[in-house]
């Protein structure tokens, strides 16, 4: 088993009420699984998913949906920047 570390920034924290969480994952776990696992447990977090793109980095970077997760990686949910 590995522990990733899970945090919310900005109205995304809003949606879920958390500002971070660890979580067990197994040796193949995915990305999208533990996106999925969170739009369930949150459902303000989908209601928001519905309406903005949320971006997700793992360790600061943009990866895909495939990502197999490793122990001590970081996954970071944000809204899209704003700005001009």
């Known amino acids: 088993m590995a522990k990733v570390k899970v945090k919310f920034f900005a109205i995304v924290y809003d949606a879920t009420g958390v500002q971070e969480l660890d979580i067990e994952v197994g040796d193949s776990t995915k990305l ?46 944000l809204p899209p920047a704003a700005g001009g």
């Open 32 to 77: 999208k699984t533990i996106k999925n696992l969170l739009l369930e447990r949150y459902p303000l977090l989908k209601n928001l998913e519905n309406r903005i793109p949320i971006i997700v980095l793992v360790n600061g970077e943009n990866v895909s949906d495939d990502y197999t997760l490793k122990d001590g990686d970081e996954i970071a949910f």
